[in-house]
């Protein structure tokens, strides 16, 4: 059972994004309209009913799919300097070519292709979009020891892991296994490039970031942040901007007990096929949307 199901991005021009992932990524639209109220409030995000959303899907057909929701920009919003989804890792076949399609577009790299010492499975890259969304590209060489990893079915692929960014990651780590049933992976402490360049902090310094996983899947990675991060700023009623929420999901969802924002109901669309969804904040008021298996 591969439990992620979705991302959703909070964007300020929804045509706009939906050309720059077709053009860059190749994904495509399956499904576009305005919020309905109870969606929303399930949400915890009464005002942003009404508002345009789209759902793409990649070129694979993989059915595992990013949601994009046009609200107004928040005023001084920075990626990576606040709790919550912090960015959407995709697999690609070559990063090297999914490097050069970018050059030029609305992504800014911040993260240039760069093998990592001591774990050659797999080949990263990172860029930032034009509503401060951080996706990360990675080609898939091998498995892990302990975890399988996909491989990409077109030139650019499915998304296969959210992180999220903490104020405790221990105590995120807990809740995630209480209430999400997805279970601790491996911790571990690694120089991480780009939160210290959010965050002005010594680069070689070691950040310590931890994985969530079912059975041999790994698709969360959860961060520390550093202490001067904040609780992500928003619009009242509205979605957080970046990512704002993760969608997972659930191989027996009577078994979850919540806490709901708004009780289980069976939605319609792609990313829910009839079945059964409700979503929970986590500590940090992250969204973590579950939806039966």
Not at 125 to 136: A, L, S, T
Not at 151 to 168: E, H, N, Q, T, W
């Amino acid at each position: 059972m591969k439990l992620l199901r979705a991302a959703t991005l909070t964007v300020a021009d929804l045509d706009r994004s939906l050309s720059l992932y077709e053009k860059c990524f190749d994904y495509s639209l399956v499904e576009r309209g305005q919020l309905e109220p109870d969606l929303a409030a399930s949400w915890g995000a009464p005002e942003s009913a009404g508002m345009r959303y789209a759902v793409m899907q990649p070129a694979s057909g993989a059915e595992i799919y990013i949601r994009f929701v046009e609200q107004p920009p928040v005023p001084g919003y920075l990626a990576l300097r606040s709790f919550g989804w912090a960015a959407i890792e995709i697999c690609v076949e070559d990063v090297l070519a999914a490097n050069s399609r970018i050059e030029g577009s609305a992504f800014e790299v911040i993260g240039p292709p760069r093998e990592i010492d001591g774990l050659p499975a797999i080949y990263p890259m990172q860029v930032k979009g034009p509503d401060e969304e951080i996706v990360y590209l990675t080609q898939i060489r091998d498995d892990l020891p302990a975890y399988d990893l996909p491989r990409a079915g077109a030139p650019i692929d499915k998304l296969f892991i959210l992180v999220m960014g903490c104020s405790d990651m221990t105590a995120s780590n807990r809740w995630m296994e209480t209430h999400a049933g997805v279970q601790m992976g491996r911790e571990m402490a690694i120089v991480y490039t780009m939160l210290a360049k959010a965050y002005a902090t010594p680069v070689d310094a070691l950040h310590t970031i931890s994985t969530m996983i079912h059975d041999r899947d790994v698709f969360l990675e959860l961060d520390q942040y550093p202490p001067a991060a904040t609780p992500r700023p928003h619009h009242p009623g509205m979605l957080v901007p970046g990512c704002a929420i993760g969608t997972l999901w659930h191989p027996d969802f009577a078994q979850l007990n919540g806490p709901w924002v708004t009780p289980p109901v069976a939605r319609e669309g792609p990313i829910y096929k009839g079945r059964t969804t409700a979503t929970m904040k986590d500590l940090d008021g992250t969204l973590v949307e579950m939806v039966e298996g």
